[in-house]
């Protein structure tokens, strides 16, 4: 095999790259460039940097430092099988010493870098982070019920799926899925939040859990940089009946179980399951609550009918025998007095 010889060293050779030896080509070659300083916007905050114009949150400070001198450095184009290593350490406050170690192959020839950068912070409060400290909100949902006042153990559990709906969203990264206020009032709770579609999201959850409608309203508080900046108003409201409510639904004495789109209950004067789609109800009307039901002694019973002791009255009072009933004369049954007349209760 004959000897090669570099022309550009002398050195001798097997194989050249570029007409040079390995030395000599790579000794041409930059692998990595990067300036000295590189400068980071990172927030106080919540530790997002700042780049091309937005805001980007990853990981802790450590992360967003790599992350600002990767974008500012520059790999020489026709390297391969990149192998890049940073490894940031803190100077101070405000500065971090970032070592950068390379290993590539440019046409065949393995070509090693390494390089130090420092890079400064300039502190900044994120825009979320502002929004955030600043009361800011998109959208109201304001919690009422139909034609009555929500209870307030709806009031609670309605403000725990809001928190559940608002921290799982935040979980994904929405982090403006905020409730910046939440304001108490007698007919009900407002939830302001700094986002529209966690304002959906809510009002979608507590349908989900209780039943009842929402509407959406938008309106123009203003503008910002020339668009036209929207609030929305999620009207939402709880269905008029809830679990325990005795009712008048077309006809039939129910007592309800839910109620949303529709509404699934007892028919107490046959015990039979009940269901219908509450659109499609005609004449509903709310009779009274099993709370209200008081102890009355059964006195007869006669087959088809039965007789029962009004415990305020002390009249005997005739009803239809319910299918349900088990109890004996003497018994003392469950029952309420609405103003469609006496029912006993299953
Ligand atoms: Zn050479
Ligand atoms: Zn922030």
Known sequence: MSKLFCPKC????????????????????????????????????????????????????????????????????????IELELSPKQLDHSRYQVHMEAKAKISGAQINAAQDAQVRINWETCETCSRVSGGYFEGIVQIRADRRIPTADEIKKCLDIAGDVASRAQEKGDRLAFIAKTVELDEGVDLYVGLMKLGKQIC?????????????????????????????????????????????????VIEVQSCGKHVSGIDI?????????????????????????????????????????????YDTVTLKRPEFLSAEPGDEIKIIKTDKGLYVLP
Not at 60 to 68: P, S
């Open 10 to 81: 002398g050195n001798e050779t097997g194989i050249f790259y570029d007409n040079v030896c390995e030395q000599c080509f790579i000794g041409n070659k930059k692998l990595i460039e990067c300036p000295r300083v590189v400068y980071a916007r990172i927030c106080p905050g919540c530790g997002s940097f700042f780049k091309k114009g937005k805001w980007l949150q990853e990981g802790d400070e450590n992360e967003a430092i790599v992350h600002c001198v990767k974008d500012n450095l520059k790999l020489n184009k026709e390297a391969q099988d």
């Open 204 to 252: 979608r959850a507590i349908i989900d859990a209780f039943g009842g409608r929402f509407t959406e309203s938008p309106k123009l508080v203003g503008q910002k940089n020339g668009e036209d900046l929207y609030r929305i108003t999620f009207a939402l409201r709880l269905p008029e009946f809830v679990r325990g409510d005795i009712i008048n639904a077309d006809g039939k």
């Open 269 to 313: 004067e046959t015990g039979r399951r009940f269901m219908e789609n509450f659109e499609n109800l005609m004449d509903v009307k709310k009779l009274g609550r099993r709370d209200d039901a008081v102890q009355a002694v059964l006195v007869a019973d006669e087959g088809r009918t039965i007789q029962v002791l009004d415990p305020e009255t």
